[in-house]
């Protein structure tokens, strides 16, 4: 929608769907020079799943367990985010259900992929969304090892449906936009960072209390989210693009060979292309997942012992949209007296709006309509959970 | 136990049980399919989207789920929706049952979804228990917790009606 004289454009985008919650996009033009850009949110993100913060060391099996719970969760909401969410805006379509209407088969291997996630998560954690078996040190139960070894052959299949979606999305057409990202990912010298691991950035790690330091979040009065610089300065980015140009080289050879075969090399700069780093990421979860469960042996405890002190305990993990940090200070008796949640969104914001700073440079010969929608799709790129409204986004372009 | 013809019903739970009244929804889907167990229980679900795959080829589908409209505490709703000739009906706009979020889409769009990719029911009823307390802690407030037994009888007549026309 259109509003104001051409001096001063204002285009509304009320009812967009498929991002996380209600916000507002404002740009302001001036001399053909995009001269403030302000993504507001008006509702914190979500909190994310609970993560051990009692610095406790879990044996293996533990350990194991705990990654492929987490590759069940990677496989989920990937799988939803490029069919559902993220697919339709380089299809021409406006929403899964129209998706679904052009390409039943597509939409149908996606929903079979992320239920194949489901699955997973239902055995490890109990159910498939919010999983109850999780406890610090541990699980309450160790899944039987039946249960597990009966998740091979969806997860093979998930595999090979997987591969399809790189070669799928690989075909869509990408807007030619660069941007300028400073990466922040886990980095775990043996593996692709998931659940464990220290922040890397610059070239070098960090503990996840170092990175808590650094990563300064700010209140701004525009919006309710905070807002995540490093050193109370600078942009940065986490989620896939970041843990893609960072550690690449760690995927397993099915995953590598997919990205090549698409034309994807690290670093990938061009954010409309991080649908197909979700596509790689999804290859190599369903493949971890598969190598978890052909190797699952139930942990002699389900839990170790945790004994409460008086501490600070620090823990990141990857969550699917990037980098979640969680601190706790705990008392003797284990009771929580201050909880720090940085989940990814707040982290990328000041990354998403440098994006939709570029996105408009390079298209404001774009009509209102196309430069919306260009901008919409510059948000969901980085799949930001901002809360569960609907309606995300008002853009206001105001040109003198 | 009632014996009946095989209509395939499936009562799905919506809602957490650790926020009080929101556990509502699976409780009664529960205790329903255990009175007639040819019904099949899917719970506690959050997400509509999994109902695709629980669904395909079911005659009757029961969503039960913990409401906050304003009505006296307690009080039950039943929605039918018209599978056939779904449309951007007052539900979506009202309810919100028919957004999409970055974390899935409302049950309006899943459905539409499962139609598009030939998985929807024939029939979907949702039956709604307002809620009181969708705070964080285990149990259902007075009122709520009164209202189940006749949720449940509402659920159990659907099934029943549904597997004797089978």
């Given amino acids: ?400 | 136990m009632i014996d009946t013809r095989t209509a395939k019903v499936v009562v799905a739970g919506f809602g957490s049980e650790y926020r009080h009244d929101d556990g509502v929804g699976t409780l009664v889907a529960e205790r329903a399919v255990a009175q007639v167990s040819t019904s099949h229980f899917v719970g506690s679900l959050s997400d509509p989207l999994d109902l695709l795959g629980e669904w395909n080829g079911a005659d009757l589908v029961i969503v039960v789920d913990a409401i906050h409209s304003g009505a006296p505490v307690g009080t039950l709703q039943t929605i039918e929706i018209d599978v056939e000739n779904l449309s951007c009906t007052a539900l979506d706009a009202e309810s919100g049952a028919g957004e999409s979020s970055t974390h899935g889409l409302g049950l309006v769009a899943v459905l539409r979804l499962a139609r598009a990719i030939n998985q929807a029911p024939r029939r979907l009823v949702i039956i709604g228990i307002e809620g009181e307390r969708f705070d964080l802690g285990e149990g259902l407030s007075a009122s709520v917790e009164a209202a189940v037994p006749e949720a449940v009888a509402r659920v159990v007549e659907f099934i029943k009606e549904a597997q004797s026309c089978a």
Avoid at chain 1, 109 to 129: H, Y
Avoid at chain 1, 131 to 137: A, K, L, M, Y
Avoid at chain 1, 219 to 227: C, D, I, K, Q
């Fill in chain 1, 1 to 400: 929608m259109t509003h104001g004289a051409r001096s001063s454009r204002t285009i509304s985008a009320e009812g967009i769907s498929r991002v996380e919650g209600e916000g507002s996009l404002r740009v302001r033009v001036q001399d053909g020079r995009v001269v403030d850009v302000a993504l507001d949110i008006f509702e914190p993100p979500r909190c994310l799943a609970m993560e051990d913060a009692c610095g406790v060391v879990v044996d293996e099996r533990i350990e194991a367990l705990r990654r492929l719970l987490y590759c069940g969760e990677w496989i989920q909401s990937h799988a939803l985010h490029i069919y559902l969410l993220h697919a339709p805006d380089f299809l021409g379509c406006a929403d899964a259900v129209e998706l679904a209407d052009l390409d039943p088969i597509g939409v149908t291997r996606g929903l079979d992929i992320k239920r194949t996630g489901n699955l997973v998560m239902q055995t490890v954690g109990g159910r498939a969304v919010h999983p109850v078996n999780v406890r610090v040190g541990g699980f309450y139960r160790s899944p039987e090892l039946d249960s597990i070894r009966a998740l091979a052959e969806p997860l093979r299949r998930a595999r090979d449906a997987a591969l399809e979606t790189v070669e799928w999305v690989a075909g869509f057409e990408f807007p030619d936009v660069t941007s300028e990202y400073r990466f922040v990912a886990l980095d775990q010298s043996d593996r692709y960072a998931i659940d464990g691991g220290r922040p890397s950035l610059d070239g070098h790690t960090l503990s996840a209390a170092q990175f808590a330091e650094i990563a300064v979040e700010e209140h701004v009065e525009r919006s309710t989210a905070l807002h995540a610089k490093l050193d109370g300065r600078d942009r940065y980015l986490t989620g896939p693009l970041a843990r893609f140009a960072l550690n690449a080289s760690r995927l397993p050879e099915v995953a590598r060979d997919a990205a090549a075969a698409a034309g994807l090399y690290a670093p990938c700069v061009n954010p409309f292309r991080s649908i197909v780093v979700r596509a790689v990421e999804l290859v190599f979860a369903c493949d971890e997942a598969l190598r978890l469960v052909e190797r699952y042996e139930p942990p002699v405890q389900p839990a170790i012992e945790v004994v409460a002190r008086a501490a600070t305990g620090t823990a990141t993990t990857e969550a699917p949209r990037g980098l979640l940090l969680h601190q706790y200070d705990i008392d003797d008796d284990g009771i929580i007296r201050r909880a720090r949640i940085m989940p990814p969104t707040s982290q990328n914001q000041l990354s998403i709006e440098d994006d939709l700073r570029r996105v408009v440079e390079n298209g404001l010969s774009l009509d209102d309509e196309e430069l919306q929608w260009r901008c919409e799709q510059a948000v969901r790129n980085h799949d930001p959970c901002i809360s569960c409204a609907a309606h995300f986004l008002d853009l206001t372009v105001e040109t003198s």
